[in-house]
């Protein structure tokens, strides 16, 4: 790495995860402004709140509480999704393979497999899709039970996550949910940043697991102040108290990393304001630091080879393989509750 990107990112990293989030006078210009302006909102936030950010051209972060322990709710479905892919790569199963319906598995708080039948037959791929797109809870569930969820804990720790832990199976309607699924803004960073690098499993997992993030259909909490065109790769999570939603915004010329968690939430109209301030002062503020970054000399962000002859670089060069020819998902439509009802474990 340039010797001079190594000093401003060694200066800047001093603020990630700190609890007072203030911005340091070692601080590149447009970054320390974001983070002032992170704190700011963060001291009127309507509950507990934790946020992290990295910009993926330099590796340079900030954050409010990144390293806070949080309830994940439906989040906790990367670490799922991750083990997936982890075993796919072993060889253990593959992308075919029909995982039935048990009754353990059925969450009645949210998704289309709550009501099916007890047998009912999904493809591992199916399940994949409908657990992130879709946040079925039941299909999280069967593919929980699929790979193991000692073996999804394990290779959470194996990959330095600290604070992420999946202690149960979802179930929406207990209140030990708040407890059984956790994880921390900064663990979140950690995994999609080694996503979008292709490091994360392998190339190929990597480029699967962005082409699913890339089809989430809850986007009612980061994209909101986001142009349209910005294409973003993404998880939501939600419990009657808690709001969180992470992602990859492939913002033209400054991708970015980005975790907002919030909970204990009175309302969580409250909540849905906070992240679509927070989601703003981040792009904002990462188009002021690409004018910095080019003056500096530091070179932008490579998106994969793969992705960059794309007009859409998100899209893996296989995403056919999760939709059917006519480009709607081979799945039943799901069931999609007004925007302000309770979902327990929902998106």
């Given at each position: 790495?340039?010797?001079?990107?190594?000093?401003?990112?060694l200066?800047?990293a001093?603020?990630?995860?700190?609890?007072?989030?203030?911005?340091?006078?070692?601080?590149v210009?447009?970054?320390?402004?974001?983070?002032?302006?992170?704190?700011?909102?963060?001291?009127?936030?309507?509950?507990?709140v934790?946020?992290?950010?990295?910009?993926?051209?330099?590796?340079?972060?900030?954050?409010?509480n990144?390293?806070?322990?949080?309830?994940?709710?439906?989040?906790?479905?990367?670490?799922?999704?991750?083990?997936?892919?982890?075993?796919?790569?072993?060889?253990?199963?593959?992308?075919n393979?029909m995982?039935?319906?048990?009754?353990?598995?059925?969450?009645?708080?949210?998704?289309?497999?709550?009501?099916?039948?007890?047998?009912?037959?999904?493809?591992?791929?199916?399940?994949?899709?409908?657990?992130?797109?879709?946040?079925?809870?039941?299909?999280?569930?069967?593919?929980?039970r699929l790979?193991?969820?000692?073996?999804?804990?394990?290779?959470?720790?194996?990959?330095?996550?600290?604070?992420?832990?999946?202690?149960?199976?979802?179930?929406?309607?207990?209140?030990?949910?708040?407890?059984?699924?956790?994880?921390?803004?900064?663990?979140?960073?950690?995994?999609?940043?080694?996503?979008?690098?292709n490091?994360?499993?392998?190339?190929?997992?990597?480029?699967?697991?962005?082409?699913?993030?890339?089809?989430?259909?809850?986007?009612?909490?980061?994209?909101?102040?986001i142009?349209?065109?910005?294409?973003?790769?993404?998880?939501?999570?939600?419990?009657?108290?808690?709001?969180?939603?992470v992602?990859?915004?492939?913002?033209?010329?400054?991708?970015?990393?980005?975790?907002?968690?919030?909970?204990q939430?009175?309302?969580?109209?409250?909540?849905?304001?906070?992240?679509?301030?927070?989601?703003?002062?981040?792009?904002?503020?990462?188009?002021?630091?690409?004018?910095?970054?080019e003056?500096?000399?530091?070179?932008?962000?490579?998106?994969?080879?793969?992705?960059?002859?794309?007009?859409?670089?998100?899209?893996?060069?296989?995403?056919?393989?999760?939709?059917?020819?006519?480009?709607?998902?081979?799945?039943?439509?799901?069931?999609?509750?007004?925007?302000?009802?309770?979902?327990?474990?929902?998106?």
């Amino acid at each position: 790495m340039h010797v001079r990107l190594v000093s401003l990112v060694l200066a800047f990293a001093c603020a990630f995860g700190s609890s007072a989030g203030a911005a340091r006078a070692d601080m590149v210009p447009p970054l320390a402004t974001m983070q002032l302006q992170l704190s700011a909102a963060t001291m009127h936030a309507p509950g507990r709140v934790g946020i992290a950010i990295e910009d993926l051209a330099t590796g340079m972060s900030s954050g409010v509480n990144a390293g806070a322990n949080l309830p994940a709710a439906s989040t906790i479905k990367i670490p799922v999704m991750v083990e997936v892919f982890r075993q796919l790569a072993h060889g253990d199963l593959d992308l075919n393979t029909m995982v039935h319906l048990e009754r353990r598995d059925r969450d009645w708080g949210w998704g289309e497999l709550a009501d099916a039948s007890n047998g009912t037959a999904r493809s591992v791929k199916q399940l994949l899709w409908l657990m992130i797109t879709r946040s079925d809870n039941t299909a999280t569930n069967m593919l929980i039970r699929l790979v193991g969820r000692t073996h999804i804990n394990a290779t959470m720790a194996e990959l330095g996550l600290r604070q992420t832990h999946l202690g149960d199976d979802i179930r929406s309607q207990s209140e030990a949910i708040r407890y059984a699924l956790r994880t921390s803004p900064s663990d979140m960073v950690h995994l999609l940043d080694r996503i979008a690098r292709n490091r994360l499993v392998d190339e190929w997992s990597s480029r699967e697991m962005l082409a699913i993030l890339t089809g989430q259909t809850h986007n009612g909490l980061l994209p909101v102040p986001i142009p349209k065109d910005v294409k973003i790769a993404h998880k939501t999570g939600s419990l009657h108290d808690t709001l969180n939603d992470v992602g990859i915004v492939y913002e033209d010329g400054e991708p970015y990393v980005i975790a907002v968690m919030t909970t204990q939430l009175p309302d969580l109209g409250l909540g849905r304001a906070f992240i679509h301030k927070v989601s703003r002062i981040a792009y904002e503020g990462f188009a002021r630091f690409q004018a910095w970054r080019e003056n500096a000399g530091i070179a932008a962000f490579a998106l994969p080879a793969v992705a960059e002859a794309d007009a859409l670089p998100l899209v893996a060069p296989d995403e056919s393989m999760w939709k059917t020819p006519a480009g709607a998902v081979a799945i039943p439509a799901t069931r999609v509750p007004p925007v302000d009802a309770p979902a327990p474990d929902a998106p």
